[in-house]
């Protein structure tokens, strides 16, 4: 007996490949991204990131633990090899396989050795890039899934192309699973990548603004008050990373200091003070870190990171409620162009 027609099923292959049950990975954002909210995207039946750029092994074994008991779903760990000193990406990599973490999330810079590592240790390795020629390095360096970032995309952006444009010219040179990232917080953006082919989405900001992530409240609090107009694309908060390294940001009191300057900055010329505290860890004025759960200080000063898509947040709903109703609303508008396609049908 055929299916209902009206029920599109929103499963992709990416879904069978990560093993997940809706096409909606989390972003991997750095400090956010911990085992709360990755558990919570992972069994609403999305795919759960752990964000543990730069983090001490000690903590990614921490948090690998402490997901695991809140999951038995699989899961990537996000790390940054470009922007982490060598010794410290080697001893990531290496706690993660002696964890048996089943897949990795790169960004930045494409380092073929260390996505070959991850390979060569069966795992799977999904890349996130900015451009079509990064795409191209990924796929030749072995990668399973390209994750295709465009410029309405919160935190660090690597390239200058609208999210669904790159994604399509992606599309166009590859056979490998492509997810649309940037700007995207509701069904509306799930459903127009599903319907130009794409495997599915990558959400930060929508995710970020939840119960379950690690950001500080203050920080959910100022997404949920702005709208994409109210973000812009710098490149002063680059302590941490590597120069012209351009982050999308809630324009705060750094932004307005600016006078419009929002790139170009020379992390050499920028001073070292301290505005905020983790524990005894001092957060620096320009710096890449944004206000998380523990931090203290001025969190108005520090990294607020949001995508274009702000503007359709909000509230602060527990996780499994922001993916519900992207699914939802996804579902719906496909079920209704199946409807308009098959009362067109002669």
């Avoid at 049950?21 to 995207?41: I, K, N, T």
Wanted: proline share 6%; hydrophobic share 45%; aromatic share 4%.
């Amino acid at each position: 007996m055929a299916g209902r027609q009206s029920e599109p099923s929103l499963r992709t292959p990416l879904c069978d490949l990560l093993g997940c049950d809706q096409p909606v990975l989390l972003a991997g954002m750095g400090g956010v991204s911990r085992w709360e909210l990755a558990a919570a995207v992972a069994n609403a039946g999305g795919y759960g990131m752990l964000g543990m750029v730069r983090e001490d092994p000690a903590l990614i074994a921490a948090e690998v633990a402490a997901l695991r008991r809140a999951t038995d779903l699989p899961f990537a760990v996000n790390l940054i090899p470009a922007a982490t000193e060598p010794g410290l990406l080697d001893a990531q990599i290496a706690c993660c396989l002696d964890l048996g973490v089943p897949a990795f999330s790169f960004f930045w810079d494409v380092m073929p050795d260390v996505v070959a590592r991850a390979k060569q240790a069966g795992c799977l390795v999904l890349h996130q890039v900015g451009t079509v020629e990064a795409a191209r390095m990924a796929e030749e360096a072995g990668a399973d899934v390209i994750i295709a970032q465009g410029v309405e995309a919160g935190g660090h952006v690597h390239g200058r192309s609208p999210a669904f444009a790159l994604a399509e010219q992606i599309l166009a040179r590859t056979d490998l699973p492509v997810v649309v990232s940037g700007g995207i917080a509701t069904g509306e953006g799930l459903a127009a990548a599903l319907a130009i082919g794409a495997g599915g989405v990558q959400c930060g900001t929508a995710f970020l603004a939840t119960e379950d992530s690690f950001a500080h409240p203050y920080h959910k609090s100022r997404v949920v008050e702005a709208t994409g107009a109210d973000t812009v694309l710098t490149d002063a908060f680059v302590l941490n990373w590597p120069k012209g390294a351009a982050v999308r940001v809630i324009a705060n009191s750094v932004t307005e200091g600016l006078d419009g300057h929002y790139l170009g900055h020379d992390p050499d010329s920028l001073p070292r003070e301290a505005i905020a505290w983790d524990g005894d860890q001092p957060r620096l004025r320009y710096s890449t870190d944004s206000p998380l759960r523990t931090t203290t200080g001025d969190l108005e000063a520090m990294a607020l990171y949001a995508g274009q898509g702000a503007g359709a947040i909000q509230d602060v709903p527990p996780a499994a409620a922001r993916l519900d109703a992207i699914v939802a609303q996804a579902r719906h508008i496909l079920e209704g162009a199946v409807r308009n396609e098959t009362e067109a049908m002669p």
